[in-house]
């Protein structure tokens, strides 16, 4: 709850009883009648409430006129207050000051469990939050592990134990964060027991301190060449695989977010018999990760898997930190290369495909603060609800709007494809996994200038171009999209038009990365999406690129002859591609054998789409990009 929102509850201060919110002239008026009070005012008590008499409850609220020196982590006072409050109620007492402090927070729990009330994530200028909680304890014995956790999902300042018999304090403990060492251990530092009147009296300089031991062990994030800045982030492997393919797949997620802008400062991999319904991870992980994203200030973590709209939510309230999964981070991607019209609608249509469900995830929260009470059938719908309503329908009607125009697209797409069949040229696509180099031997082979970069989906729109064979024969090359190892659905189903283009390829030059520990399940995983897209029915030659960064190229023929019955090896950047041609000849011939020589064709019908708004050079030029 924000403290703007908090209500005061009736109160009698001296001769006069207010009700009303805290920023009333009333307030204004008791604030000046009572200055010892400070200036917060009766803010409603939180937690575990039940069975309280009216009078505990206004004795407890009555902590929220409590202000305290900013240096003071408490004071005797306010430490033997709470003793003797939550004494009397057998239930353990806390309460949240803030940096000037202030209370923001009272709350309650029972007698062994006490839960912080829901806080919205806010930082004080550095990692931590600026809130520290002051909490009784009616046992002996070390912080909980509900206390350690609360500490750092919430970043407290400073966790401040006061061990109560009957109705005193007997002693304090102090708990605080603090970076995680080179080991990983130890993201708290726990206190001696202390006599209770020994409280600390330097609490904003050790904070200053505090923060710079964070700064020390992480500094802020980083920029790259061109001073854009990268986001800290954490990756995660979680599932029930054998390990080291759960690090294969880690490899894969921290080449995706490099390229989307992340700069990857830990990782977390767990191998589990059963995953966590809500949270995937096992406890434990879901601390070391809080840990990690405290030390090194990570602002997002990424897992390696889809997760369902529940656990992303469970999980961001776990961590307090944007949790993404790959198939966000590929979209995310995918939304930083598209350069035409229709790229462009392809990602933001394939990326509200994918908020859609999420937003209906979060629903529930909403409908909790929206509802209110009597939430269930025939209540009136909260504010949150409607919003949502309205938003869900925004986010249908744009799909839909922009699923006409790339069907649209995707007809002229035909139309065009349609024309280049009555000119009977055959069609050669270049297809395989995202970066193995389609886009350089696309260029080599045409002279084409399509972007080839050292980048993951350098290349989103399908750029096709006229070659004339050895032989004289000409044919159609396209280089396209790359593919990835589990493809989102929104993405395939959105990129479907840009994959039709695939669709009258009379033959596939599949092309792999020889110098890639990973291509085995590579050529493995685009084999499956195509078959996924019902193009495995068209014949295949499997070329193995980049054959000179082999050291010793022979030792990859077996492992080639296991995967295809001719294979090649060759590369784009040097060397002869004579045999490429002649075994795309042969096959094309194996197809066709009565050749048919075409007309040389309007380079008007190879331009992949006409998108409105996009002039022909344009395009090109965004096509060349
Ligand atoms: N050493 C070497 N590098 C190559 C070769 N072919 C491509 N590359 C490099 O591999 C990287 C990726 O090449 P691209 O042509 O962009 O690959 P792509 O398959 O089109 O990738 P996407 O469009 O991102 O799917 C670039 O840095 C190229 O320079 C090769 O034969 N040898
Ligand atoms: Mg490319």
Known sequence: ?????????????????????????????????????GSKFLGKLEGATQGLKASERAALERLYRRRLDQNHAATPELVRELALRSGELRRRVGVLLDR???????????????????????????????????????????????????????????????????????????????????????????GPQQPPHEVRRDLLEFLRLLEQDFERAAPRARRTTDGRRLTPALLVAVGTEPRHVLERGLGELRELALGAGLDVKGEVVQRRQRLDPQTLLGRGKVADLNALALTHDAQVVVFDCELAPR??????????????????????????????????????????????????????????????????????????????????????????????????????????????????????????????????????????????????FASLDPTLRQRRLPSGRRVVLSDTVGFIRDLPEDLLAAFAATLDELAD????????????????????????LLEELGLNEIPELLVFNKADLLEEPELLRPLMHTLAADPLLISAKEGSLDELFERIEERLAAQDPEEVEAEELDPEELDPEQPDGLGSSELEDALDR
Not at 10 to 31: D, E, F, K, W
Not at 109 to 124: C, Q
């Open 1 to 37: 709850m924000q403290p703007t929102q908090r209500y005061w509850m009736g109160m009698t201060l001296g001769p006069c009883t207010y009700i009303g919110r805290q920023s009333t002239n009333a307030a204004r008026l008791v604030r000046a009648a009572c200055p010892e009070e």
């Open 100 to 190: 000037k402090g202030a209370v923001t927070h009272v709350f309650v729990g029972d007698a062994s469990k006490i839960e912080l009330p829901e806080l919205k994530t806010s930082r004080a200028g550095g990692r931590l939050s600026g809130l520290r909680w002051l909490v009784t304890t009616l046992r002996d014995g070390d912080p909980t592990r509900a206390e350690l956790n609360a500490l750092v999902r919430q970043r407290l300042d400073l966790l401040l134990r006061i061990r109560v018999e009957e109705t005193e304090p007997l002693w304090t403990q102090e708990v605080h964060l603090a970076p995680v060492d080179e080991e990983g251990r130890g993201v708290h530092r726990v």
């Open 311 to 456: 656990q992303q939510v469970a999980l961001e309230d776990l961590l307090g930190i944007d949790v993404r999964d790959r198939t966000q981070l590929i979209l995310d991607l995918f939304a930083q290369r598209a350069r035409t019209h229709a790229g462009k609608l392809q990602v933001e249509c394939a990326q509200l495909r994918y908020q859609l469900p999420r937003l209906l995830g979060r629903g529930d929260a909403m409908t909790r603060i929206g509802g209110g009470k009597g939430a269930g059938f025939g209540r009136t719908k909260g504010a949150g609800e409607k919003k949502l309503e309205i938003d869900r329908r925004r986010i249908r009607d744009r799909i839909a709007q922009m699923e006409r125009e790339l069907s649209r697209l995707g007809h002229q797409r035909q139309l065009r494809r349609r024309r280049r069949a009555k000119n009977q040229l055959p069609h050669v696509a270049l297809v395989g996994y995202t970066n193995v180099g389609k886009s350089t031997l696309f260029n080599r082979i045409t002279g084409a200038d399509v972007l080839a970069k050292d980048q993951l």
């Open 505 to 528: 390829a009379s033959l596939l030059v599949h092309v792999a990365d020889a110098s890639d520990e990973e291509n085995l399940n590579r050529i493995e995983s685009v084999r499956r």
